[in-house]
């Protein structure tokens, strides 16, 4: 069964320190992976994708990294800031249908601290 | 560049009862996607639209229906509501490609009292 899990459940941190979130998946066949950042109340906001090829990918002061063969995914934030609270998704994408099916994983809820 | 609208933004309604909710996608944008949130839950797939055809759908019941317009524009309708159809529903948008970003709206909090 195609599957997405992320960890930890939720994390707290002190601004200006930096976090990694896990993502492990059991999607087959892969087709791409998603992080999105969800605030509370809104929608999600895509951050990075990545496809197979590729191992790493930034966007401002967020990274996401990709092992195909581990089938693990990390997202890294430097100097974190208030506004970085948030839930954090990780979506795989299989090559079912005409654009894939998008497997979401629970997410990782992030708080940062003043 | 207006990005993804929805339509409301809260509704609460009564066990049984139906509910239409609207969706406009961003410009550009032929694919909408529909999803549900439950509290401390990721989104599940409920349905996708492409050319005014549901392409797509996910495992909910025949309750959920949907409409796509010439305009992109799209529609969720849920029938004889549960107290369990309680969450956010999300509406998200994309060109179309496999390896495009979906632009999510806002939502629209149902509560079913």
């Known amino acids: 069964k195609n599957q997405v899990e992320q960890s930890p459940q939720s994390l707290i941190i002190l601004e200006g320190k930096n976090c990694t979130l896990q993502c492990n998946y059991t999607v087959s066949p892969f087709s791409n992976l998603r992080w999105y950042k969800q605030d509370t109340g809104r929608g999600p906001v895509s951050l990075t994708i990545?496809?197979?090829?590729?191992n790493t990918k930034s966007n401002g002061r967020y990274t996401a990294t990709l092992d195909a063969d581990t089938k693990q995914s990390s997202l890294h934030i430097t100097a974190s800031q208030l506004s970085d609270s948030a839930s954090y998704i990780c979506v795989v994408s299989d090559y079912g249908g005409s654009q894939g099916n998008l497997i979401f994983g629970k997410g990782t809820k992030l708080s940062v601290k003043p | 560049d207006a990005g993804v609208t929805q339509s409301p933004t809260h509704l609460i309604k009564t066990r049984g009862q139906q509910v239409t909710l609207r969706c406009s996608p961003k410009s550009g944008h032929d694919t909408v996607s529909w999803y549900q949130q439950a509290l401390g839950q990721g989104p599940q797939f409920i349905f996708q639209?492409?050319?005014?055809?549901?392409?797509q759908r996910g495992n909910f019941p025949d309750r959920f229906s949907g409409h796509q317009f010439p305009n992109y524009s799209s529609e969720l309708n849920v029938n004889a509501l549960l107290l369990g159809d309680s969450a956010l529903y999300l509406c998200a948008s994309s060109p179309g490609t496999r390896n495009s970003p979906l632009h999510f709206g806002n939502g629209t909090r149902l509560t079913v009292t």
């Open positions: 990545m496809t197979f090829s590729e």
């Open positions: 639209y492409y050319e005014e055809e549901e392409r």
